[in-house]
């Protein structure tokens, strides 16, 4: 049972142009949500994350936006960079993220020059 | 402040043998948890560690155990291997406690033949 899904398992993106990632949960428990970023041969990078007492979270270039209701939530990056180029997890949490997180398939971001 | 690291970064054992795999936390990070992922998915949850004592598990047989030790270093032992268990291995520290990031290492990689 996949209760977090990340359902495009590859996204190309124009250089300047908005990156926006999708990733959906099914568990009505989770309450903390989280983007990693994973480079080949390298452990996943923490990016930004999300409580669900708020629907918007900011920090630079990354947004993050939690739709309680529909259970999805999005990952904006503005402008996309060459090295944004990479696979992007999204994860999930309960108990405000004091527990272990479950994680999505993951979906392959390029961005192209 | 160092990060987070573990050894070896590639390992190749055959099916049935034992393997060990090790893991430096942060300094000051008192909450390390394992994870595997398999080729094409995302980390799965194998088991988390507090203050030196298992503190939640997934869906892992008991052939997958794990020790934390006082100096911030943990391992994960895996006995009578099989060839599903050939994956990328993580782990990752963090101090613990609500809305505390999970950093993560760069892996061990374990190929089963």
């Known amino acids: 049972d996949q209760q977090v899904k990340q359902n495009s398992p590859s996204l190309s993106v124009q250089e300047g142009r908005i990156s926006i990632l999708n990733c959906d949960y099914t568990?009505?428990?989770?309450?903390?949500f989280l983007w990693y970023k994973k480079y080949p041969a390298e452990g996943p990078t923490f990016l930004i994350s999300?409580?669900?007492?708020?629907d918007k979270n900011e920090d630079g270039r990354f947004t993050v936006f939690l739709n309680k209701s529909a259970k999805h939530l999005s990952l904006h990056i503005v402008p996309s960079q060459p090295g944004d180029s990479a696979v992007y997890f999204c994860?999930?949490?309960?108990?405000?993220?004091?527990?272990?997180?479950?994680f999505g398939t993951g979906t392959r971001l390029t961005i192209i020059p | 402040e160092t990060g987070v690291t573990q050894s070896p970064t590639h390992l190749i054992k055959t099916r049935g043998q034992q393997v060990t795999l090790r893991c430096s936390s942060q300094?000051?990070?008192?909450?390390v948890s394992w994870y595997q992922q398999a080729l094409g998915q995302g980390p799965q949850f194998i088991f988390q560690?507090?203050?030196?004592?298992?503190?939640g598990r997934g869906n892992f047989p008991p052939r997958f155990s794990g020790l934390q030790f006082p100096n911030y270093s943990s391992e994960l032992n895996v006995n009578a291997l099989e060839l599903d268990d050939s994956a990328l291995y993580l782990c990752?520290?963090?101090?613990?406690?609500?809305?505390?990031?999970?950093?993560f290492g760069p892996g061990t990689r374990l190929l089963v033949l």
């Open positions: 990752a520290s963090s101090l613990g406690g609500r809305g505390e990031t999970q950093y």
């Open positions: 568990n009505s428990m989770f309450d903390y």
């Open positions: 999300i409580s669900s007492i708020k």
């Open positions: 994860a999930a949490s309960g108990n405000f993220g004091n527990e272990k997180l479950t």
């Open positions: 300094s000051g990070h008192n909450t």
């Open positions: 560690y507090y203050r030196e004592e298992e503190n």
